[in-house]
């Protein structure tokens, strides 16, 4: 079946530093992939996605790139910020699983002053 | 921009109740979904629909139930609610297939059961 994998957190960073999360996925076939984002006391929003291999998604400074042969879509941001702190979701779909995303377990993210 | 807004934000409820979460989507999406959320185990996917009257379950549909007799509205019910039914409940919907455009998710119910 379809799993996601992520890196345990949580992790603090200071603000300006460089942010990699990591994420691994199992799927059959060409899934499409994805990075939600939870703010304290809000649900999740969508930060960025990619389709097929070799596809970047983009969004707010955050970057992650589809590498099928790693099985791998990291999450990346060459300088945080205060406010970047949240709890970040990868997630995959695999359009024979009748629109169901399968999520990772999350990683929150701590950035300080 | 598509709104899902969840009724409440925050519950508390006695053991044994019978409990409505309520959810509805403004953007006439076919797909919804709810999921609970809990510290180390991510989300988890309760129920979804694909269509009005349409259900299946998810990976864990126990002591859960939903309706859905309006597109625009999907009720998951806790028929009789437990402590370890305490959790963050997240509603979400989708346009088919959904893969290439994500889910938009309300902001979560957050359910204390006593």
């Known amino acids: 079946g379809n799993s996601v994998t992520q890196m345990e957190g949580p992790v603090t960073l200071s603000e300006e530093a460089f942010l990699t999360i990591n994420c691994t996925y199992t799927a059959t076939g060409y899934p499409s992939l994805f990075w939600y984002v939870q703010y304290p006391g809000e649900g999740l929003q969508l930060l960025l996605k990619?389709?097929?291999?070799?596809d970047k998604g983009s969004n707010k400074g955050f970057e992650a790139t589809y590498r099928k042969e790693t099985t791998s879509f990291h999450l990346e941001k060459g300088s945080v910020q205060v406010s970047d702190s949240a709890v970040y979701f990868c997630?995959?779909?695999?359009?024979?699983?009748?629109?169901?995303?399968?999520f990772g377990t999350g990683t929150r993210l701590q950035v300080t002053l | 921009d598509v709104k899902v807004t969840q009724s409440s934000r925050y519950l508390v409820k006695r053991t044994g109740e019978k409990v409505f979460l309520e959810c509805v989507q403004d953007m006439d999406h076919e797909n919804m979904f709810w999921y609970r959320q809990d510290p180390g185990l991510g989300l988890r996917l309760i129920y979804f629909?694909?269509?009005?009257?349409?259900?299946e379950k998810g990976d864990i549909p126990e002591g859960y139930s939903v309706s859905r007799e309006k597109k625009e509205r999907f009720s998951l019910i806790l028929e009789s609610a437990s402590t370890n039914q305490t959790s963050m409940y997240l509603c979400a919907s989708s346009e088919p297939p959904g893969g290439n455009y994500g889910y938009t998710f309300g902001s979560g119910t957050r359910l204390t059961v006593v």
């Open positions: 997630a995959l779909i695999n359009t024979g699983t009748a629109s169901k995303l399968t």
């Open positions: 990619a389709t097929k291999a070799d």
């Open positions: 629909s694909y269509d009005v009257k349409m259900k």
